[in-house]
């Protein structure tokens, strides 16, 4: 029968490119390319039906080459004459070599780039016998093929579509011999970058690069990527049939909605294939979960649009993107972990991967999880967490916090309550104060009223912090008792207390039973000196003001000489606190 001729795109590959080629004698007959793997999926088995040793492989640049073989050369010199003949295979079919092709992906599961030759389906002239007394004659090697003449070349460029006449001037660019803008128009800048690669290789400057010489381009172009082991993978569970580098990484578990395949070799990498089904609500709700994960470092562009988004995020170690959309009910794509500094293989392995993503049957279902429950996991990754959370106490009805300076050294970014980022105004080192600002103005339940009042000793007080740093999602309340007005040396505004707090509840409000503000919780001690449980100290009001003023803010008072209900000296003391966080 005669099959359809489909246009042969930039990734197909002459040999015959160069002298050397000519000594290979493991040989394949190039019959076609496809510009997607579900294409030449279908191609190649349409070519099956009717003839064997049909073979398909990567060719690189997302185009799938369909060849049979491999053969002798010899043998696959009669197919190819046979099969053009007989009109099975197009008359612009060739003979091609193994290095060419990448990894395969029909028949199945199949690897046969690595074996001999097989026996041809068709036959081969046999020799004459010799004729006595005439000696045999010596065999001749047939001849290379020539490489195109210009007016095939052009023929041939005339074939490319717009994507592959894009990609040429993309792998030129890649180069160094191309600046111009990626429009697939081949004028003057694109004619002379053409023929200055020409001349780079030694071959002769014509500005028309022939198939051959493409190929070679892309050969070089493509090398970046030669030790990842890029091959097809047919995820059924995920329903996500991907390239991926699978001498990287390896498959780990299912953990809806992801597939994991974390690092195998030397290289620390990580995919996750993504798949859930849903609408644009569950879309934009993994947009907003996905940023608070470890695997998502904060700095880096991201874009949320109706039907899909793009996360970047880079640190000094590491550079992730995730490329996710919605069709049909079911949300698809991947996420790509990679060292930083190896922009150049990661950009292109991250477009190898988004042009290869076929999505078939199926999503991950919610029951694909292990046992493994915390707090700080969603699907088995890490939710990003602070460096150290403390506590602060709003002073003002735009948001305004007072709080320890021990959480503001050294940080990436400040947040409040883990959402609001917040600058630093004044940082007072002596006292062991900062005051922080909310990028955007908030509205809090209750701000600090410093209490005009001299307080008694041994009367009862009370903190609100993040005891345990956050892990609550709530201040807790502690009691104590005022032990002195002066710290232990003397000091006039420091107030010791006898009270049982933990480190998350440094740089909270100390109140008296009014409800009025006495001071601020500061950090336990480290002097190297042990002192008896439950002894604790706070930073005075009067030091408290003053710091206040100094970031030209005043502070409201109150007379809190009248004790008020414990439950609403518990609204107002955990209204005004607030969980401040540092960030790497």
């Known amino acids: 029968m005669i099959f359809r001729r489909v246009a042969f795109a930039w990734a197909v590959i002459l040999v015959w490119c160069g002298a050397g080629f000519a000594q290979d004698n493991v040989v394949w007959v190039q019959i076609e390319a496809q510009p997607s793997l579900s294409e030449a999926t279908d191609r190649a088995r349409a070519y099956a039906a009717d003839v064997p040793d049909v073979n398909g492989f990567s060719l690189g640049g997302g185009w799938y080459g369909i060849a049979l073989g491999p053969y002798t050369r010899p043998d696959a010199e009669q197919v190819?004459?046979?099969?053009?003949?007989?009109?099975?295979?197009?008359?612009?079919?060739?003979?091609?070599?193994?290095?060419?092709?990448?990894?395969?992906?029909?028949?199945?599961?199949a690897n046969v780039l690595d074996r001999g030759a097989v026996e041809a389906p068709v036959d081969t002239p046999a020799a004459s016998p010799p004729v006595e007394p005439t000696p045999a004659a010596e065999p001749v090697a047939a001849p290379p093929a020539p490489d195109e003449t210009r007016a095939e070349a052009q023929r041939s460029e005339r074939l490319?579509?717009?994507?592959?006449?894009?990609?040429?001037?993309?792998?030129?660019?890649?180069?160094?011999?191309?600046?111009?803008?990626?429009?697939g128009a081949f004028g003057r800048?694109?004619?002379?970058?053409?023929?200055?690669?020409?001349?780079?290789?030694?071959?002769?400057?014509t500005g028309i690069l022939t198939t051959g010489q493409r190929a070679a381009l892309l050969r070089d172009y493509n090398a970046v990527l030669n030790d990842l082991g890029l091959a097809?993978?047919?995820?059924?569970?995920?329903g996500i049939e991907i390239i991926l580098p699978m001498d990287v990484v390896a498959f780990q578990k299912y953990e809806y909605p992801f597939a994991h395949y974390t690092s195998s070799g030397e290289i620390d990498a990580t995919v996750l294939l993504i798949s859930q089904a849903g609408d644009q609500s569950t879309l934009f709700g993994l947009y907003d979960i996905m940023q608070t994960l470890d695997i998502v470092p904060l700095d880096g562009p991201r874009e949320r649009r109706d039907l899909s988004f793009t996360l970047v995020g880079e640190d000094a170690t590491r550079i992730s993107e995730t490329r996710v959309s919605l069709q049909d009910g079911q949300i698809k794509g991947f996420t790509l972990i990679w060292p930083a500094g190896d922009e150049e293989r990661?950009?292109?392995?991250?477009?190898?991967?988004?042009?290869?993503?076929?999505?078939?049957?199926?999503?991950?279902?919610p029951?694909?999880?292990?046992?493994?429950?915390?707090?700080?996991?969603?699907?088995?990754?890490?939710?990003?967490?602070?460096r150290l959370s403390r506590s602060g106490f709003f002073v003002d009805r735009r948001g305004t916090v007072i709080t320890t300076s021990e959480v503001v050294g050294s940080c990436g970014r400040v947040t409040l309550d883990s959402e609001t980022e917040a600058d630093v105004a004044l940082v007072d080192a002596a006292r062991g104060v900062a005051v922080l600002t909310p990028t955007t103005d908030l509205a809090p339940l209750a701000v600090a009223r410093f209490s005009d009042i001299t307080p008694r000793l041994q009367s009862e007080v009370a903190t609100s912090g993040y005891s345990f740093e956050g892990v609550l999602g709530a201040p807790s309340m502690t009691f104590g008792t005022l032990s002195d007005?002066?710290?232990?040396?003397?000091?006039?505004?420091?107030?010791?207390?006898?009270?049982?707090?933990?480190?998350?509840?440094?740089?909270?409000?100390?109140?008296?039973?009014?409800?009025?503000?006495?001071?601020?919780?500061?950090?336990e001690a480290q002097s190297g000196r042990a002192l008896p449980q439950g002894v604790r100290f706070a930073l005075d009001r009067g030091a408290l003001q003053g710091v206040l003023e100094q970031a030209g803010m005043a502070a409201a008072g109150t007379d809190s000489a009248t004790p008020i209900d414990p439950v609403d000296l518990t609204g107002e003391a955990t209204g005004m606190t607030v969980l401040v966080s540092c960030w790497d």
Do not use: C, H
């Open 80 to 109: 190819l004459r046979v099969y053009r003949n007989e009109g099975v295979i197009p008359r612009d079919s060739y003979i091609a070599l193994g290095t060419t092709f990448r990894q395969q992906f029909w028949p199945v599961g």
């Open 367 to 386: 029951s694909a999880t292990t046992e493994e429950q915390a707090i700080d996991l969603v699907s088995g990754l890490e939710v990003r967490k602070p």
């Open 232 to 238: 097809s993978v047919r995820d059924e569970t995920a």
């Open 160 to 183: 490319l579509t717009r994507a592959g006449r894009e990609q040429l001037q993309i792998m030129l660019k890649w180069a160094g011999v191309y600046p111009g803008a990626i429009d």
């Open 346 to 365: 990661r950009s292109r392995l991250i477009a190898e991967m988004s042009n290869s993503l076929e999505r078939l049957a199926g999503v991950i279902p």
């Open 485 to 523: 007005v002066r710290g232990l040396g003397g000091e006039p505004d420091v107030l010791r207390m006898d009270m049982g707090t933990l480190p998350g509840d440094a740089g909270g409000p100390v109140l008296d039973a009014g409800g009025g503000v006495l001071g601020m919780l500061l950090p």
């Open 189 to 205: 800048g694109t004619r002379a970058a053409m023929s200055a690669w020409q001349d780079q290789k030694g071959f002769e400057a």
